[in-house]
């Protein structure tokens, strides 16, 4: 049988900060190989009615377990909110401090994160051709940045620095995850990151996620067998009907056709409710009870996937649950 890691994702949003730190404690506590922090400037929906800075969540989870990795799904270094090199640094010193437990996760963002950051420099919402090219010289930046040890100067297309150097340098290669929803990215996420981050369901992973992904891997000289598939699971236990109906007040939002490039959460939290139920039910996981994981972690484990993700929210009982009824049967 495949070997598979699993961990824990809480979101940003609904929760104070402080309990997502208990829900890390908890999860190193179980014995859950992972846990990350959805990395937002403003949620995905609004009545969720929070969004804390997870890089200040993310030293302090670190600090009070001793085995789980830590990271953020995802950032995005684009330079909207943030400039490659400042994520370069962060990460470097989170590593120093916790050499290798801390995974740097990656994406080519939401206008719910980025737009305002690039409307107060007086650009536009870039699309997602240039997202994902920024994404790119993004992380060859941050690479250069980690092994150089004299001053350099980058002349990108999006990134130019003159004369500089990271000082503090991470202790350990800490391995970028690529986040990937279509089919495009993820042969991006193959060429230019070491691991997969997907939302996608197991038919989708089988037969276009995957594949794309490890011909981008091996387009860039490498063996896909090294490289871990990691699948978001965003879940829901409760009736179908109920589980569907709450996702549409909300939660699905970020489903719907257009809700990467739309600012405001209140929009988005409204388009929720022009989601399909079909589409809701391929990209949630609605379990009646928690057990039912099992069959559906099994789904992914079957088409490849060897590190699944569940994104629980700040629910420390359901993040106890998950242990005491799906951890132990892998």
Known sequence: MRSIKIGIDVGENEAEPRLFIECAVLADKLGFDSFWFGDHFMPWFHTGGKSAFIWSLMSVALELTSGITVGPDVTSPIGGRFHP???AQAAATLDNLYPGRFLLG?????????ARFFEEKDEEWPSWRERIERLVEAIHLMRRLRTSDEYFSFEGKYFKLRNVMLYTKPKTAIPIYFSAIGEKAAYYAGMYGDHLITIAPPSRCRDIIYPRFEEGYRASGRDPRLAEKMVLLNIVIGEPE???RKLKSGPAGYLARGAFDEPDPRRVEMLATTVDDSLISEYFAICRDVKDLINVIEQYRSVGTNHIVIGTGASPSLIRQIADGVLSQF
Request: glycine share 14%; hydrophobic share 55%; net charge negative.
């Open 106 to 114: 990656v994406g080519s963002g939401e206008a719910v994160n980025e």
């Open 242 to 244: 109920e589980a569907i």
């Open 85 to 87: 090199a400042i994520i």
